[in-house]
């Protein structure tokens, strides 16, 4: 069982004369705490940060930590990893409603009858799912090491991949495995328009187009390259070209603007009427919100130590294959 200590966040006022950044860096200080933020938060919150990242990244961080408090201003799948990997300690999450489409996508009963029907398969578990779907799972991945992990089974085990089947899809095409995909997808990553990316590279012939292995494979056939959102970031730091268009969550541009100021970045566009492509469920936190969550230490999350333990099994066979 997973609960929530609170109910959806903190709902007081801050007075807006409060300067955030300063009073949160000495909340931090009074209380032993760290604030853990994924790359698609709002620049604020990763301005305020002690490490941004991606999954892996942020699942690293969380499993090292030796702060007493994690705010970890992301999804709420990203806290409940936190706190598997740190049971004694206290886990807050900035607002509650910040779920994920992606794990929401595999409820854990219908996921467990899916399991049952393929016997002899072991299976891998992107690390966006919840921690139910972890502790049914043998190995958690994220897309950094996915095809790594995938690589070091022996070609004739057969494998279950869920819950996303874009990323599934893409690496059953570049390790030539013929993995059992799960049907569960991302919503931003599943919004982009091939027709609006094909016209916006002729308007930019010079562009490289850059795509997380979470979008469709009409986006991945067309890109230039593919991979995590760290991998995104570095390839934009290390390649000769001076525009990219971007197709993943836009909260990674702040950093990539950062990294390469004389760079241009664009956000592929999405195949709806708004010009974003944000995801609503990570830029619910906001950085009121992380300072009240912070001072009042709540919502916390708690979890029954039997799935703790359950879902932390293929988290640390995970970080095994990943050092």
Not at 4 to 13: H, L, N, S, T
Not at 54 to 74: E, N, P, W, Y
Not at 139 to 157: F, G, H, R, Y
Not at 181 to 191: P, Q, R, Y
Request: charge should be negative; proline fraction near 5%.
């Amino acid at each position: 069982m997973i609960d929530f200590e609170g109910k959806g966040f903190v709902d007081v006022d801050v007075d807006p004369s409060l300067d955030l950044f300063a009073e949160i860096e000495k909340l931090k200080k009074e209380k032993n705490a760290v604030i853990l933020a994924h790359y698609y938060q709002e620049p604020d919150i990763q301005d305020i940060a002690d490490y941004i990242g991606d999954s892996l990244g942020l699942a690293r961080s969380a499993a090292k930590t030796d702060a007493d408090i994690i705010v970890f201003a992301g999804v709420h799948f990203m806290a409940e990893t936190a706190k598997i990997l740190n049971p004694g300690k206290k886990v807050l999450i900035p607002d509650l409603k910040a779920g994920c489409s992606l794990s929401d996508s595999c409820p854990p009963e219908l996921f467990r009858r899916f399991k049952d029907k393929h016997p002899n398969h072991i299976v891998i578990s992107y690390i966006n799912c919840s921690a139910e779907i972890k502790a049914l799972s043998d190995i958690i991945c994220t897309s950094s090491n996915a095809k790594d992990i995938v690589d070091s089974l022996p070609k004739e085990q057969k494998i279950i991949f869920a819950p996303d089947k874009n990323l599934g899809a893409y690496i059953n095409k570049v390790t030539g495995r013929d993995m059992v995909l799960w049907n569960g997808a991302c919503m931003v990553h599943e919004i982009f328009s091939l027709e609006k990316i094909t016209r916006l590279k002729e308007r930019h012939k010079n562009a490289k187009l850059i795509a997380h292995p979470e979008c469709e494979e009409p986006i991945l056939r067309i890109a230039d390259f593919v991979g995590s959102t760290t991998a995104l970031l570095q390839y934009t730091q290390k390649d000769s070209a001076s525009e990219f268009i971007v197709a993943t969550e836009s909260g990674i541009l702040h950093k990539m603007i950062e990294a390469s100021p004389g760079k241009t970045f664009i956000a592929a566009p999405p195949d709806n009427a708004c010009a974003c492509n944000d995801c609503p469920h990570m830029k619910r936190n906001t950085l009121e919100k992380v300072y009240n969550c912070l001072l009042y230490e709540q919502p916390e999350l708690l979890m029954a130590e039997e799935l703790r333990l359950a879902a932390r099994k293929p988290i640390d066979r995970m970080l095994e294959l990943s050092n």
